[in-house]
């Protein structure tokens, strides 16, 4: 059978994704991980192996660690497979009838505002236009707000403000045609690891490519890069004032694009003397010396090719609109904007970030890239949906709306593809506000999260390789995804659970679509509708696709008007924007003062992302190799900060604030600067005992965008003694003995729960908290070296197995897990945790291959001194290459020690 071509589900690189489908697995073994009353009517998952599409032009056949480990996510286990309606299964006839009547209810009792629905940037553009419609269009309220307020709210706006339309200008190419790279706020190397192998390839192509990377951590991204400035955090807004500052004094601006194609630059500029703008200032604010600064600035300023690529370092910070902004009227004023290999790039997150911005999936927003503020508009789109009940107004940005819930404005919320009580600031007030909502229905394809927990009415997703829409990545580029595998049970498409909603709410004839391709066309006709030029986001001619066109469609990029079907690389080259005017907009985005942490929270509190996970983990996670790299939660600190708070590495960290706190391991990092710390976003309630950074974060929003400022909080942090250690690894997951912390992730067939307590419980207790009928234990207890260990047998079976003592265990885990499931070694030799004759327990370092780090060192020591020398030797980074930038590290300090 040919591969089927799709898109991957994660981050807005967009690669496409060719499938193959082997033999369905077997019923029994499906049978193993579903309900029982789920063996009627579920249907069968075929093996699926995934490698990068060769001809798609995102990725052009790679693939990052997590694309490559898709095929580990599409298996049943985990899955919502039925509804459920005050945790009872239920019928969808049921479930749906009660997600409109407790709608319909609330409406009538307290208003179209007291509704909302809190949708995600990971939905199709079919699920999140349809949303879109029935909430502003019929239902008459604006309270419908995305994951993406989180995400890319400060882009949109600082490109409306700027351009008058949230465009992105460039595409990926510019990127590999580019002379400086900069990065800024934005840890590619992790988080949009195909791109950054694209700029690797071209920089080998073309050496001179020079690549800067602008992050106060020494992140991945910045080892490989060329030059790294370590700013003070939240203080990009006078970098690049500064560098307007030193283009306006020595004269290098694009007078003749300013003077054509722009507007306000005077008033900019004066701006810019009267507060004083200069190297002196920017140097002083962002904590660099003024030479750097000044080359910095030299270079940017002599290279017409440049490229700025932004993201959450700029876009999560309470003046992000602001620095964004700054960004994008420096390559105007230097007219580095629309051209081959110049533009300012904002990377979108999550697959579909510019989707639910085309359909306008913002509380702000309308559709098609129209807004909601604006009566020609709403006119226009009310016309065109044949509606007279549109919104009226804006509704509440996500921070707002949760607080809204809290208070009891907001008593009905519909929640699809996200987990708001993770990824939300100030988590304690999340939970409160959805305890006090009166009806909480979620929508998502795995059966546990800590928002699902919340839910009254819980909907079954399909998830990825079973949904079948469009996708729209950075670079403005539309993808199919494409189903390859049938629903399971009874698991539906997002949209259709909308539309049937919408259905029982009167309104029919809006919501009636045949399929993905129907709600396509629409939002490909809205986006033309009276259009003419006038607004940059244009679909035409895509607009009278079949259902066989639609199902070909090749990735496209907007504008895709009807006189331009093979779409559109660039905007802005003939110097066109969309104000009223025409010309873009110069606006005094005077920069603000970072924030610092204080006497009672001496530290600033980072946060963001690690290579192998994505988000809450609800996929992630249930890959075994993309849990080995980094398997547990941690707080990333300067080692110096740690020497003087009396802690070690792996010594267990409280983190706290008056908003919430949490527990995890320091991780000693060369790579921090002093007084700030990093935490990633990950773990959550599901599986970790406190782990989740959000609790800290306050609900702090930038004013403009209502974007939280996720990156900089102020914290306290000590260090815990822990009494023991331990590793705890069983067949389920099973109650733990008092503890100070716990961590659980799944390999294989066994659940591995690292613990840390504050007094040893006795091999007596142990065997009490897990005993049951049947079961038969060994164990070691050796008191005098304070080490316990416990071994329980169903039948002759091993079922758990535990160790715990005053030191981290070194395990062998592979081993282990294997002997274990085998059972193939004796209790005195499974006691050790490691094969008789000892094993590297080192960091893994390539996750595809399995390479830890200590075969590459003794691979560089046996003189591998290159990363394709030790591809070559070990197999390590010669797949998806995410594990590069930790090779040139190993390289970088073998070489200087
Ligand atoms: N592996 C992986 N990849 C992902 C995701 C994932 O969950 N896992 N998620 C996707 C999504 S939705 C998104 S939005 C993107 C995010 O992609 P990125 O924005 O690249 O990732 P983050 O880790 O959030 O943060 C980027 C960097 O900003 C830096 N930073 C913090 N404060 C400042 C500051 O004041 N100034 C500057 N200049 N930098 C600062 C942080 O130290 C961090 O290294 O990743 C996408 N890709
Ligand atoms: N502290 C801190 N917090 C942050 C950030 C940060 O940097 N620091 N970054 C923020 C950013 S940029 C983002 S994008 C958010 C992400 O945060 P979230 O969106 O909350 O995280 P996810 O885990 O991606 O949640 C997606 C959910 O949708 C489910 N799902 C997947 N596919 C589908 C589908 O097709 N349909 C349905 N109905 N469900 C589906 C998944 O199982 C999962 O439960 O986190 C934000 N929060
Ligand atoms: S870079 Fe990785 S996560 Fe992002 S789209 Fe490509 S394969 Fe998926
Ligand atoms: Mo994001």
Not at 9 to 34: F, H
Not at 289 to 317: H, R, W
Not at 538 to 557: I, S, W
Request: with cysteine; glycine share 8%.
């Amino acid at each position: 059978m040919a591969d089927m071509l799709t898109t991957c589900p994660y981050c807005g690189v967009g690669c496409g994704v060719a499938v193959s489908l082997g033999e369905p697995a077997a019923v029994s073994e499906l049978l193993a991980v579903l309900p029982p009353l789920e063996s009627d009517s579920i249907s069968q998952h075929a093996a699926v192996t995934v490698h990068g599409d060769d001809k798609h032009p995102a990725n052009y056949g790679r693939l990052c660690v997590k694309g490559s480990a898709l095929a580990d996510t599409t298996g049943l286990e985990r899955r919502l497979l039925y509804p459920q309606v005050d945790g009872l299964r239920a019928s969808w006839a049921h479930a749906l009838s009660q997600v409109a009547q407790r709608l319909q209810d609330t409406i009538d009792n307290y208003g179209p505002d007291s509704v909302a629905f809190y949708v995600s940037g990971q939905l199709l553009t079919e699920d999140y236009y349809v949303a879109n419609k029935l909430m502003k269009g019929f239902i008459g309220s604006a309270n419908i707000d995305t994951n993406s307020r989180l995400c890319m709210s400060t882009a949109v706006a600082a490109h409306k403000q700027i351009f008058g339309s949230d465009s992105v200008p460039g595409c990926y190419e510019d990127l590999e045609l580019a002379d400086l790279i900069i990065l800024v706020g934005s840890n590619m190397a992790w988080t949009h690891p195909v791109i950054y192998q694209r700029i690797i390839a071209a920089k080998k192509a073309r050496p001179h490519l020079h690549i800067v990377v602008i992050d106060p951590r020494r992140t991945a991204t910045a080892e490989s890069a060329d030059s790294h400035l370590a700013i003070t955090p939240g203080s990009d807004g006078f970098l690049f004032d500064g560098l307007l500052a030193y283009a306006i004094k020595h004269d290098h601006l694009a007078h003749d694009f300013i003077a054509a194609h722009t507007e306000g630059f005077a008033a900019l500029a004066s701006a810019c003397t009267a507060r004083n703008a200069s190297l002196a200032v920017a140097a002083a604010a962002t904590g660099m010396d003024e030479s750097v600064l000044s080359d910095f600035y030299a270079m940017v300023c002599a290279a017409p090719k440049t490229v700025t690529v932004f993201s959450q370092g700029i876009n999560q910070s309470a003046a992000g609109v602001d620095n964004a902004s700054a960004i994008l009227q420096c390559h105007l004023a230097l007219g580095h904007i629309g051209q081959v290999g110049a533009g300012a790039f904002s990377m979108t997150g999550q697959p579909n970030a510019m989707g639910g911005r085309e359909v306008g999936g913002l509380a702000n927003q309308l559709a098609a890239h129209m807004d909601i503020g604006n009566a020609e508009h709403r006119d226009l789109v009310s016309r065109f949906w044949q509606t007279d009940t549109l919104a009226p107004r804006a509704g509440l940005k996500a921070v707002d709306m949760f607080e809204a819930m809290a208070s009891g404005k907001i008593r009905f919320v519909w929640i699809m593809a996200t987990n708001p009580l993770v990824s939300l600031p100030d988590a304690n007030r999340v939970h409160e506000a959805l305890a006090a909502c009166d009806c909480v229905v979620v929508s998502d394809c795995v059966d546990d999260t800590d928002t699902l927990r919340l839910a009254d009415i819980r909907l079954p997703a399909s998830g990825w390789g079973e949904k079948d829409g469009t996708v729209t990545n950075s670079e403005r580029r539309i993808s199919r995804q494409r189903a390859f595998l049938t629903m399971p049970s009874e698991a539906k498409p997002d949209w259709w659970a909308l539309c049937e909603v919408a259905k029982r709410l009167g309104y029919s004839k809006a919501f009636d679509y045949s399929g993905a391709a129907a709600i396509f066309r629409e939002h490909a006709a809205l986006s033309a509708f009276e259009n003419q030029g006038r607004r940059d986001f244009d679909l035409g001619a895509l607009a009278a696709l079949t259902d066989a066109d639609y199902d070909a469609l090749e990735p496209v990029q907007w504008p895709v008007p009807i006189e331009r079907p093979e779409g559109s690389k660039r905007l802005f080259s003939d110097g066109h924007f969309f104000t009223p005017t025409g010309r873009a907009r110069f606006i005094d985005a005077h920069p603000s003062a970072a924030k610092a942490g204080s006497a009672t929270y001496p530290f600033l509190l980072n946060s963001g992302r690690i290579r192998d996970q994505w988000h809450t983990m609800t996929r992630t996670g249930r890959s075994p190799r993309l849990l080995n790299h980094i398997a547990e939660p941690f707080v990333a600190i300067h080692p110096d900060d740690l020497a003087e708070l009396g802690a070690q590495d792996a010594q267990l960290m409280r983190i706290h604030n008056r908003f919430g706190r949490c527990q995890v391991r320091a991780l000693s990092d060369a790579g921090m600067t002093r007084g700030q710390v990093f935490m990633p976003i990950h773990w959550s309630a599901s599986n970790a005992s406190q782990a989740l950074v959000s609790s800290l974060v306050a609900p702090q929003c930038d004013p403009i965008s209502g974007q939280p400022a996720f990156k900089q909080t102020p914290v306290a942090i000590s260090p815990l003694k822990s009494q023991w250690q331990g590793l705890l690894v069983s067949r389920v997951p099973l109650s733990v003995p008092e503890h100070q912390y716990w961590c659980r992730r799944e390999q294989a067939d066994w659940q591995l729960t690292t613990l840390m307590g504050a007094s040893l419980p006795s091999i007596e207790e142990l065997m009490q908290l897990w005993q049951s009928p049947g079961r038969s234990w060994a164990s070691l207890d050796e008191p005098l070296v304070q080490r316990h260990h416990v071994i329980a047998y169903d039948h002759g079976r091993p079922v758990l197995w535990f160790l715990a003592q005053s030191e981290r265990p070194q395990i062998d885990e592979p081993w282990l897990l294997d002997a274990l499931t085998q059972n193939s070694v004796t209790a005195r030799v499974l006691a050790t945790g490691r094969p008789p004759g000892g094993s590297d327990t080192s960091a893994l370092v390539c996750s595809c291959h399995q390479v830890r780090e200590q075969r590459l060192l003794m691979a560089i020591a046996d003189g591998s001194r290159s990363v394709e020398a030790l591809g070559a030797c070990t197999r390590a980074g010669t797949n998806c290459g995410s594990c590069i930038p930790e090779l040139k590290g190993l390289l970088a300090k073998a070489a200087s020690g």
